[in-house]
């Protein structure tokens, strides 16, 4: 494989190639040839894997995209504070590498956790003591932790509330939010409307009418921080 490595012998570092008319550019460099000719393209995306092409003249490094920002589900990513469109023809590649991507991010070892739970031959693993709350939004599940770090899972909300079943502390207060009460800062709940609001810090969360009943059965349990 022709690879020109004039002046640059990490790859890791690249967050986005760009297709010109001789060749694969690295994006927003002084590179005046191209860094991978194009019948080498297909062999350097089978070497590297956090690299994926999107459309037909934008190849991105997954380990840079903006998880919060970015949705495949509407077909683009955001790198860098940029939008970057995925074409039908590469949409589902992209898709299987994205969520590749995550899996492998979210399978790594990290020390100190205490639910480990298995999932097509994945462990995910949870720090349950420390989440404040679950989101999911868009394709992915969000998950807060305490000290405002997030980690992403493309296992639907569901399926983290069956795993947190056993944990007394959570309650899924509307279809896309679980909460963990133990972080409650405070709620309300209006009889009459039959609508309730909780917040955790500065995060604000509405309570569903079909989740309400259930959350004002542990109100007695409940100790607000």
């Known amino acids: 494989m022709d690879i020109n490595t004039q002046d640059f012998d990490n790859f ?30 297909e062999s350097f995306l089978a070497q590297h894997n956090d690299f994926v092409q999107i459309n037909l003249d934008t190849i ?6 903006n998880e919060e920002l970015s949705n495949i589900s509407k077909d683009f990513l955001v790198l860098a504070g940029k939008i970057y469109i995925i074409t039908t023809r590469y949409l589902k590649k992209t898709k299987s590498a994205f969520r590749k991507n995550i899996l492998l991010k979210n399978s790594k070892e990290i020390p100190n956790f205490k639910g480990k739970y298995l999932k097509n031959n994945n462990i995910i693993q949870l720090d349950t003591k420390n989440i404040r709350f679950l989101v999911r939004e868009g394709s992915l599940t969000k998950i807060t932790y305490q000290d405002g770090t997030q980690r992403s899972f493309y296992q639907t909300l569901k399926y983290f509330d069956k795993l947190l079943s056993n944990e007394h502390t959570f309650i899924r207060v509307r279809r896309d939010c679980i909460i963990n009460t133990a972080y409650l800062n405070h709620y309300q709940i209006n009889k009459k409307n039959k609508t309730g609001e909780i917040s955790i810090e500065s995060n604000v969360f509405s309570i569903s009418r079909r989740n309400l009943q259930s959350f004002k059965k542990i109100i007695p349990y409940i100790k607000l921080m």
């Open 12 to 41: 890791d570092t690249i967050q986005v190639l760009i297709r010109k008319k001789n060749g694969w550019y690295i994006n927003d460099t002084d590179f005046n040839i191209p860094m991978i000719d194009f019948e080498d393209i």
């Open 60 to 65: 991105v490094n997954l380990n840079y995209i």
